[in-house]
């Protein structure tokens, strides 16, 4: 008999996993959204919202053999996942990918898909009328907002604020400095080694003033806070013996596992592997995800299997300033504007997540 796989939520990991074992176990894939969210492109769409007709990719193709179930899981346990409703799913099993949240409009609160395009819109419409733009946090996602907006809106006064003393402190320096370069030419000011003290919101945009930690007071027509992800773990919390480490992530052993069940692995931005929350993460777990679940299905026991091991400090990274310029960290050396816009800053990997939800 076919083992039984559900996977929990069809982000990164969960849509690819759940494709890959398609012709080779039961797929279960338990997602509440309508649609996938690309969350690359959510930054550019800040300035093009039309993008959003491509980024957000309907899940209804994506299995031939399994299903997609339109639901919220609520409970774990040894033998399946129990949904909001009360259904159960029984599996064999369970792999657990639940992902993260960020700020408006960059991810949809919960399974608001309508919400996420109306957030857009008004985002957008905010900053067609800003003329100064405020951006705290300078991290992948506050660095390419400065610049997609730099690059389209070229007369709004942007100004980049972290409390590090340079941007992307735990990378080569080249990278950051590079960057930093980039965003001076394109007229954004850089704002380092401060912190905001009174950001009003911690998800949505707003207008008003910014007190910085050296006593400075900066006026904005519009702030972005760019904070970073929060994991969305609280569907572990029930399991025995699970530990949270940093942004609500939860700890996993080398087989990912979050828990003392053997047969529930945890990947992806949920899982603290010792990776990043990135996309980058998810395409190294995958293939070890896949070759273990494949594993499991012909009866190999775990512990037999090679553990995963994350990407340490050379893990990749690629930051694009628009669709033109840009910098990369490819693991041995730092990427200009030619190889970032080849690699990502042209069409940000739409076309490749759109083949995998099988749409033209
Ligand atoms: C604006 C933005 C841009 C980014 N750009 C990049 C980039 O260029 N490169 C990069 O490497 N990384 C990037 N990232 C990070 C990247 O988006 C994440 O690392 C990635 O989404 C993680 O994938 P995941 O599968 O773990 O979770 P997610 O993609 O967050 O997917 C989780 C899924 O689980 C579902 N879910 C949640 N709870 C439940 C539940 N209880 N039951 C069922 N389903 C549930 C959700 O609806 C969601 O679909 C970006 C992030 C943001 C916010």
Redesign the pocket.
């Known amino acids: 008999m076919s083992k039984r796989i559900a996977i ?7 849509a690819e996993l759940a494709k890959s074992l398609d012709n080779t176990a039961e797929v279960t894939l ?4 309508s649609h ?2 690309h ?2 492109a ?2 550019r769409a800040v300035v093009d919202p039309a993008l959003l007709d491509r980024a957000l990719i309907p899940y209804d193709r994506l299995l031939k053999n399994g299903r997609v179930l339109r ?4 409970g774990i346990d040894a033998d399946g996942v129990t949904l909001d409703d009360g259904q159960r799913v029984a599996a064999d099993y369970i792999v657990v ?4 949240s ?1 700020a408006t409009p ?2 949809p609160v919960g ?1 608001d898909i309508d919400g996420l395009r109306q957030a857009n819109q008004r985002v957008h419409d905010q900053l067609n009328a800003a003329r100064r733009i405020g951006i705290v946090g300078a991290g ?2 506050g660095t390419e907002l400065a610049g997609e907006i730099a690059h389209a809106m070229p007369d709004k006064e942007i100004t980049l604020i972290s409390d590090t003393g340079r941007l992307f402190p735990t990378m080569p320096e080249k990278l950051g400095t590079a960057l930093a370069s980039k965003l001076r030419d394109a007229g954004v000011t850089l704002v380092l080694g401060k912190r905001a003290e009174n950001l009003q919101s911690l998800t949505e945009p707003y207008a008003g003033r910014l007190k910085l930690s050296d006593g400075s007071e900066l006026e904005f027509d519009l702030i972005f806070p760019v904070l970073g ?1 929060r994991a ?1 773990s609280e ?1 572990l919390d029930g399991l025995p013996d699970t530990q949270k480490s940093t942004a609500n992530r939860v700890k996993v052993d080398r087989w990912l596992r979050p828990s003392s069940l053997p047969n529930v692995l945890a ?4 899982a603290d592997a010792g990776d990043g ?6 395409s190294r777990q995958l293939p070890w995800l896949k070759a273990t679940l494949k594993g499991f299905i012909s009866g190999k026991p775990l512990e037999q299997m090679k553990p995963y091991k994350p990407w340490g400090p050379k893990a990749p990274i ?1 930051v694009p300033l628009g669709p033109k310029r840009g910098n990369s960290f490819l693991g041995l050396f730092t990427a200009g504007d030619l190889l970032t816009r080849k690699m ?1 800053g042209e069409n940000l990997f739409v076309r490749k997540y759109s083949k995998l939800l099988n749409r033209a």
């Open positions: 929990i939520g069809g982000g990164y990991i969960g338990i997602e509440p959204r996938f969210v969350a690359p959510m930054i639901a919220r899981a609520n990918a639940t992902g993260s960020n960059f991810k399974d992948a996602v992800s969305s569907l990947a992806g931005d949920l929350m990135t996309i980058v993460a998810t690629l990502k």
